[in-house]
């Protein structure tokens, strides 16, 4: 006897008791997937195994999802194949005995491992008792000779990396509609992400509605002024944190120095435009459902922008605003899928605001955590810049305290990437809920839907490094 299985995440801790069992009882037992607790499309999996049925390469199939109706659904459509739905001992026999049934699908959710394996070996064991059964077995068959134009869907195309990524991508504008909030303090991979826009820009594909700081260091705001300038986008508007808001350090290697050393407008953190509204006026302008807004660094100007009210520039609160104008939250953080709250700076070192603006934002979150961009590197080819280029400075001085070795992380510049282009070849994500605890640390449950999703790397990481590279030199 051979039987094919398959789940999707919320069948995968009865699929592998299950295997267990039949192998156990020399039963030659295909695994179709999935083996994980990632969130899938349930129906790629309910069509492999009804594929190998249909085409008599299984004498039987089994699926699993939380409840059996999807995966049941779906089994049905296929040729030959009959399916069937079972919650307890009696419809395990019956369906064998009356309706010849083929495949078994079983509600994860609702059967522990025992109950589920004892359903099983029912199914598998009983025999079906044809005669005036058969008439009817007969009937389902003629149907499908009806409805079937082809004998079935027997080219199913191998599982995909695609298959979550399209289902939770949503519509992205070209060119992408990006408001930036940026720490700009201690990271150079800051310069580079902000390079990297602009070139985005200049290419067509991205359309910058605003520059804001979230670090109120006094030259965090000049650094960035200088490399809008450097880059022709002087224009940009630019706005650093107020009234006590942001977060600051002493230790940034470069941000005095590049202040220091190349042409910008802004003197000071104090000279640039309040950063809340400059988001607002960004949002306000906006059309609605357009606006990406990408934060690389703190949360003090999300906190603020959720948190203000109706002024001169709208009429609409921080939220009614975020509600009407984003699509999607792009945020930098996070080591997936539990973090410990050990490094994860972008939430630890303001925790307040960001804890509040990650369990109270209205609309999608998509985090891209510390295991991206802290394997991606990139930088050596920056030794190529001109010398009047402050983002080689910036590397210069962060970078050649160790040496000549430049590559760094690319934290900051894969958030750019994604946020520009999605997914693409490049990034798949991975839906869920974060429970986010008041120390920042948390734990991710694939199996809640919210409106949270995390990036999972899908293109070769030195792919994605050369990509980067190659944008911001070109």
């Known amino acids: 006897m051979t039987v094919y299985i398959a789940n999707d995440h919320g069948g995968y801790a009865l699929k592998k008791a299950i295997t267990v069992h039949l192998r156990s009882k020399k039963i030659k037992v295909v695994n179709e997937g999935s083996d994980s607790c990632d969130i899938v499309r349930y129906p790629y999996y309910a069509a492999k195994v009804s594929t190998a049925v249909a085409t008599k390469k299984a004498d039987f199939g089994i699926l699993i999802c939380n409840s059996g109706i999807g995966m049941s659904m779906v089994a049905n459509k296929f040729c030959g194949v009959r399916a069937a739905l079972v919650t307890d001992e009696e419809s395990a026999m019956l369906t064998r005995q009356h309706n010849d049934a083929n495949v078994i699908c079983l509600g994860g959710k609702h059967l522990d491992e025992a109950t589920a394996i004892k359903l099983v070996d029912i199914f598998l064991e009983t025999q079906f008792l044809g005669d005036r059964h058969s008439i009817s077995v007969g009937l389902i068959e003629k149907i499908e000779d009806c409805n079937f134009s082809d004998s079935m869907w027997n080219e199913y195309d191998a599982e995909k990396s695609g298959f979550r990524e399209d289902f939770y991508a949503l519509p992205r504008p070209n060119p992408a509609n990006i408001l930036l909030d940026t720490d700009m303090m201690t990271d150079c991979d800051d310069t580079a992400a902000l390079a990297l826009l602009i070139k985005l820009e200049k290419m067509g594909k991205a359309n910058i509605l605003g520059v804001t700081v979230s670090g109120s260091y006094p030259m965090s705001a000049p650094v960035v002024d200088s490399i809008?300038?450097?880059?022709?986008?002087?224009?940009?508007?630019?706005?650093?944190?107020?009234?006590?808001?942001?977060?600051?350090?002493?230790?940034?290697?470069?941000?005095?120095?590049?202040?220091?050393?190349?042409?910008?407008?802004?003197?000071?953190?104090?000279?640039?435009?309040?950063?809340?509204?400059?988001?607002?006026?960004?949002?306000?302008?906006?059309?609605?459902?357009?606006?990406?807004?990408?934060?690389?660094?703190?949360?003090?100007?999300?906190?603020?922008?959720?948190?203000?009210?109706?002024?001169?520039?709208?009429?609409?609160?921080?939220?009614?605003?975020?509600?009407?104008?984003?699509?999607?939250?792009?945020?930098?953080?996070?080591?997936?899928?539990?973090?410990?709250?050990?490094?994860?700076?972008?939430?630890?070192?303001?925790?307040?605001?960001?804890?509040?603006?990650?369990?109270?934002?209205?609309?999608?979150?998509?985090?891209?955590?510390?295991?991206?961009?802290?394997?991606?590197?990139?930088?050596?080819?920056?030794?190529?810049?001109?010398?009047?280029?402050?983002?080689?400075?910036?590397?210069?001085?962060?970078?050649?305290?160790?040496?000549?070795?430049?590559?760094?992380?690319?934290?900051?510049?894969?958030?750019?990437?994604?946020?520009?282009?999605?997914?693409?070849?490049?990034?798949?994500?991975?839906?869920?809920?974060?429970?986010?605890?008041?120390?920042?640390?948390?734990?991710?449950?694939?199996?809640?839907?919210?409106?949270?999703?995390?990036?999972?790397?899908?293109?070769?990481?030195?792919?994605?490094?050369?990509?980067?590279?190659?944008?911001?030199?070109q």
């Open 228 to 473: 809008n300038t450097y880059y022709g986008r002087g224009d940009i508007p630019l706005g650093a944190p107020k009234n006590g808001t942001g977060y600051r350090r002493e230790d940034s290697c470069f941000l005095d120095k590049v202040a220091a050393e190349f042409p910008h407008k802004t003197a000071t953190n104090d000279e640039a435009e309040d950063a809340v509204s400059v988001m607002r006026k960004a949002l306000a302008e906006a059309r609605d459902e357009s606006v990406t807004l990408v934060t690389i660094g703190y949360m003090s100007n999300v906190k603020t922008l959720m948190q203000s009210g109706a002024d001169d520039i709208s009429p609409l609160s921080g939220m009614e605003l975020i509600q009407r104008k984003v699509r999607e939250w792009v945020c930098m953080g996070g080591n997936f899928p539990k973090d410990t709250a050990a490094d994860n700076v972008n939430f630890t070192r303001d925790p307040i605001p960001a804890v509040y603006a990650i369990r109270n934002f209205p609309k999608r979150i998509t985090f891209a955590g510390r295991e991206i961009g802290h394997n991606i590197f990139v930088g050596n080819d920056f030794h190529n810049m001109p010398d009047d280029n402050p983002v080689k400075r910036a590397y210069e001085l962060h970078r050649g305290r160790w040496g000549d070795n430049w590559d760094h992380h690319t934290a900051d510049p894969c958030t750019v990437l994604y946020a520009v282009f999605g997914l693409d070849e490049l990034f798949e994500v991975q839906s869920g809920t974060m429970t986010l605890n008041d120390d920042c640390s948390f734990d991710w449950d694939p199996t809640k839907p919210s409106n949270m999703a995390y990036l999972l790397q899908k293109a070769d990481r030195t792919k994605t490094a050369k990509f980067i590279n190659d944008l911001i030199m």
